[in-house]
């Protein structure tokens, strides 16, 4: 397995922004199913974003899609997550992995097939204040 390193987190008021950004090393970039999950106090870590780094599609739940956004640099092997008018409730922490085997097909596939993703950075502390 390769490594993950995620970049960006903080410290914001409700209604600001941060981009996260995370890099991989181990891989070969361009064939794997790139995530976000994040993790807030006293919940389950889930699934929110998901790039399919081959043909470049993407996918944000829906609860998310009018203010989260992932993309990548294929060239800097970085996947990144733009978040706007952030809330309380976004608070958690936020990890980015890699699942090797899923990619090719649609960034929703690679949501669907979720239990691949096997691994994972240390994630980075995101806190929103109301």
């Known amino acids: 397995l390769g490594q993950l390193a995620e970049s960006g987190g903080g410290s914001v008021q409700a209604g600001g922004s941060l981009r996260l950004s995370c890099t991989t090393s181990g891989y070969y970039y361009r064939h794997l199913c790139m995530g976000w999950f994040r993790q807030g106090p006293g919940k389950e870590r889930e699934l929110i974003a998901t790039i399919d780094t081959a043909g470049g599609s993407d996918y944000v739940i829906e609860s998310l899609q009018d203010r989260f956004a992932i993309s990548q640099d294929r060239n800097k092997e970085t996947t990144s997550l733009q978040m706007q008018n952030l809330k309380a409730e976004d608070s958690g922490i936020y990890y980015c992995?890699?699942?090797?085997?899923?990619?090719?097909?649609?960034?929703?596939?690679?949501?669907?097939?979720?239990?691949?993703?096997?691994?994972w950075g240390p994630g980075t502390q995101v806190t929103v204040s109301s």
């Open positions: 992995a890699a699942d090797a085997d899923s990619w090719g097909k649609s960034a929703r596939y690679c949501y669907e097939t979720l239990k691949a993703f096997n691994a």
